[in-house]
């Protein structure tokens, strides 16, 4: 296959997010949101939130790993934050799902869109820390929204959502790290979530 053949199967594949949903729910609708959205949202949130990001960051580069950061779920499939069977096998099943995807495009962009993917992953950077605070505060903001709708019915606890979100939003933003913990108060207080 030439270059452009092998961009084109990629963005293909990349179609098949649309078919891969999440337990958030969207807000205006009365059923899951897709992978495709989720991504889609978390780039605008990249622009529109870059200036609350705890470092300076380079808004582009984030926007480009919010939009690639779940690519892999294509073939790995969405594991709900707070299944912790799930996540016996997830790495596993990411890692095969990246060298498949990837290696769909030409070999300089399956490095730079791997490393991306990693650089999310392993969370060493200012862009990567503000998009996993980003990639953590956008389903608990919907769910919120939607009364607690996914929380309710996982029976998830007050402290699992600590746990899970509040160091990770604020190692990326001060900002975001307080809303997530307005949030979670906020949830408690409603009864969505369990004590």
Known sequence: MDRFSQQIAFLLELDKLKNIYRQTLVLHEDRAE????????????????????????????????????????IDAG????????????????EQRA???????????????????????????????????????IQPMLLNFKKGGISWIRHGIRAQQVID???????????RIGQLAQEIIEEARAAGMLLE
């Open 98 to 136: 990246a060298d498949r995807l990837f290696s769909l495009l030409p070999e300089d962009q399956c490095r730079e869109y791997r490393a991306l993917w990693e650089e999310f992953e392993a969370a060493n950077t200012a862009e990567a820390r503000f998009a996993n605070a980003l990639d953590r």
């Open 164 to 174: 899970r979100n509040c160091p990770v939003t604020a190692a990326g933003s001060d």
């Open 34 to 73: 897709n992978d495709a959205e989720h991504s889609y949202h978390l780039a605008m949130m990249a622009c529109i939130l870059a200036e609350h990001a705890k470092e300076p960051v380079d808004v582009l580069h984030t926007m480009k790993m919010v939009l690639i950061h779940d690519v892999v779920e």
């Open 78 to 93: 969405d594991t709900y934050c707070y299944d912790a069977k799930g996540y016996e096998d997830k790495a596993e099943r």
